[in-house]
């Protein structure tokens, strides 16, 4: 199982950007989906998650400007960046929570993308 996000760059503060992340390999579900961001210095944080079911949850910094939704007949989860500020630069991660089968055994855990870096520039 592999994650490949994409469509970072640098963005005017104001501007909009979207990501993409999208998974691949041998899995039968995809469960919880999200976007975690990582500033120099700082703690990783949860941006937002979203359910197999549509459910979402954001952090309160990005409450009203960003949406996070996914395409589940892609396995490809989006993060669409509304008027983003100088603070929100970091790198950002997707993250899914995928169930694999090997034989009659069936197993899940948490799958990570490379990370992709987005710069706002005041």
């Known amino acids: 199982v592999q994650l490949q996000a994409s469509g970072g760059g640098l963005v005017q503060a104001g501007g909009s950007l979207r990501l993409s992340c999208a998974v691949s390999?041998?899995?039968?579900?995809?469960?919880?989906m999200g976007w975690y961001r990582q500033a120099p210095g700082k703690q990783r944080e949860l941006v937002a998650s979203?359910?197999?079911?549509?459910?979402?949850t954001y952090a309160d910094s990005v409450k009203g400007r960003f949406i996070i939704s996914r395409d589940n007949a892609k396995s490809t989860v989006y993060l669409q960046m509304n008027s983003p500020k100088p603070e929100d630069t970091a790198v950002y991660l997707c993250?899914?929570?995928?169930?694999?089968?090997?034989?009659?055994?069936?197993?899940?855990?948490?799958?990570w993308g490379q990370g992709t870096q987005v710069t706002v520039s005041s």
């Open positions: 390999g041998s899995f039968f579900m995809i469960h919880n």
């Open positions: 993250n899914a929570y995928v169930w694999v089968a090997s034989g009659l055994a069936q197993s899940g855990r948490d799958y």
């Open positions: 979203i359910t197999s079911g549509g459910g979402t």
